[in-house]
């Protein structure tokens, strides 16, 4: 019997769309989602779209609903509103979409953070989940932030090359019930 090595397994390119949460931020300084976007590209990955909306829960929830709606997204990554001001609502604009949340991001994203801005890393509410069939990312708003969450977690999750596993090969059966 003979088993494939690793190395057989061929990249699968996913579309993304990219969504910066802003009240300030424009295109031409809206850095973290550029960076975010950059990243997605450069690894061979397709940006369905970027948008920018305020930050305001219902405005998220439907720029995320739209995507998430949409079968030929694949991911929805989000930057920005994660932190504990009155007008940081993402987390709370995207859980009540999820269909299972994914505790496993928002902890391994704080362990790394720590790293880098210790025990401030207590005030992230980075948060991820599934949403028809849709991964869902949210991110901080920072570029260091999105950065650290892309290169270190996210990217390794959305190749199908990675091992032991990723969430590459569970799309076929995220809508099983």
Same mark, same amino acid.
């Given at each position: 019997?003979?088993?494939?090595?690793?190395?057989?397994?061929?990249?699968? $390119?996913?579309?993304?769309?990219?969504?910066?949460?802003?009240?300030?931020?424009?295109?031409?300084?809206?850095?973290?989602?550029?960076?975010?976007?950059?990243?997605?590209?450069?690894?061979? *990955?397709?940006? *369905?779209?970027?948008?920018?909306?305020? !930050? !305001?829960?219902?405005?998220?929830?439907? *720029?995320?609903?739209?995507?998430?709606?949409?079968?030929?997204?694949?991911?929805?990554?989000?930057?920005? /509103?994660?932190?504990?001001?009155?007008?940081?609502?993402?987390?709370?604009?995207?859980? $009540?979409?999820?269909?299972?949340?994914?505790? /496993?991001?928002?902890?391994?994203?704080?362990?790394?953070?720590?790293?880098?801005?210790? +025990?401030? +890393?207590?005030?992230?509410?980075?948060?991820?989940?599934?949403?028809?069939?849709?991964?869902?990312?949210?991110?901080? /708003?920072?570029?260091?932030?999105?950065?650290? /969450?892309?290169?270190?977690?996210?990217? *390794?999750?959305?190749?199908?090359? +990675?091992?032991?596993?990723?969430?590459?090969?569970?799309? $076929?059966?995220?809508?099983?019930?």
């Amino acid at each position: 019997m003979t088993t494939a090595s690793p190395k057989a397994r061929e990249f699968v $390119p996913l579309s993304i769309a990219v969504l910066t949460v802003s009240d300030t931020r424009d295109e031409s300084s809206d850095t973290s989602g550029r960076l975010l976007c950059e990243r997605v590209l450069g690894v061979g *990955h397709r940006i *369905h779209e970027k948008a920018i909306c305020r !930050d !305001d829960i219902y405005a998220i929830r439907a *720029h995320v609903s739209r995507w998430i709606a949409a079968p030929e997204v694949n991911v929805v990554l989000t930057t920005g /509103g994660t932190g504990v001001t009155g007008r940081d609502g993402t987390p709370e604009a995207v859980t $009540p979409l999820f269909d299972k949340v994914l505790d /496993g991001f928002g902890e391994m994203f704080r362990v790394l953070s720590y790293e880098d801005i210790k +025990t401030s +890393t207590l005030q992230s509410r980075a948060v991820a989940g599934v949403a028809n069939a849709t991964y869902v990312f949210t991110l901080p /708003g920072s570029s260091g932030a999105c950065a650290l /969450g892309w290169d270190k977690l996210i990217v *390794h999750q959305l190749d199908y090359r +990675t091992r032991p596993c990723n969430l590459v090969e569970l799309m $076929p059966r995220l809508l099983e019930r």
